[in-house]
T-cell receptor, first 115, second 109 residues
Framework: ETGVTQTPRHLVMGMTNKKSLKCEQH?????MYWYKQSAKKPLELMFV???????ENNSVPSRFSPECPNSSHLFLHLHTLQPEDSALYLC??????????????FGEGSWLTVV | GQNIDQPTEMTATEGAIVQINCTYQ??????LFWYQQHAGEAPTFLSY??LDGLEEKGRFSSFLSRSKGYSYLLLKELQMKDSASYLC??????????WGAGTKLIIKP
């Protein structure tokens, strides 16, 4: 139990579906992140929220849409995805935006398969 | 460009010692993290180094050489439960985490 909970753990969706991934952190942190993890590739940072404000959007396609209603919850809305979007999506949080020594805590991830 | 290199896979024997290397090239440097990730689970924090030298935490130690852009994670008295992927990540001058692809460590009896 890392204090970061993600649902669903597994999701299979068609290319025309709309679904959402949910993340909740119970650590009182101010920063939350979405990462994409594909096999044998480095973690890709998708979105960063610091104090509920989005601070990073690393050229992520618009078919991924984040939402951060408060500092404890983060969503990733998915729409018209492609098969290459199949991956593990990790949510993470840290006390503040990562700086020297600030540790990131990860959730266990949502396995997404696009068919 | 910014880059992290670490071996894709390593195999070691239970009870032995293994060293997982990581080299980094980043725009500026504000420290290096090691994370452990068991299959199907969340990555969990192992260590953070920002100064040169070796830091020991029980069976795990992490070393950093800033001048060489090099770090290693040393695992002693290996146990079967140490079978996992080990992720190296460097913090650049903009406090962006640059991640390696991870090293899958297989422990054999």
């Amino acid at each position: 139990e890392t204090g970061v909970t993600q649902t669903p753990r597994h999701l299979v969706m068609g290319m025309t579906n709309k679904k959402s991934l949910k993340c909740e952190q119970h650590l009182g942190h101010n920063a939350m992140y979405w990462y994409k993890q594909s096999a044998k590739k480095p973690l890709e940072l998708m979105f960063v929220y610091n104090f509920k404000e989005q601070t990073e959007n690393n050229s992520v396609p618009s078919r991924f849409s984040p939402e951060c209603p408060n500092s404890s919850h983060l969503f990733l809305h998915l729409h018209t995805l492609q098969p290459e979007d199949s991956a593990l999506y990790l949510c993470a949080s840290s006390q503040d935006f990562v700086d020297s020594g600030n540790t990131i805590y990860f959730g266990e991830g949502s396995w997404l398969t696009v068919v | 460009g910014q880059n992290i290199d670490q071996p894709t896979e390593m195999t070691a024997t239970e009870g032995a010692i293994v060293q997982i290397n990581c080299t980094y090239q980043t725009s500026g440097f504000n420290g290096l993290f090691w994370y452990q990730q068991h299959a199907g689970e969340a990555p969990t924090f192992l260590s953070y180094n920002v100064l040169d030298g070796l830091e020991e935490k029980g069976r795990f130690s992490s070393f950093l050489s800033r001048s060489k852009g090099y770090s290693y994670l040393l695992l002693k008295e290996l146990q079967m439960k140490d079978s996992a992927s080990y992720l190296c990540a460097a913090l650049d001058s903009n406090y962006q985490l640059i991640w390696g692809a991870g090293t899958k460590l297989i422990i054999k009896p």
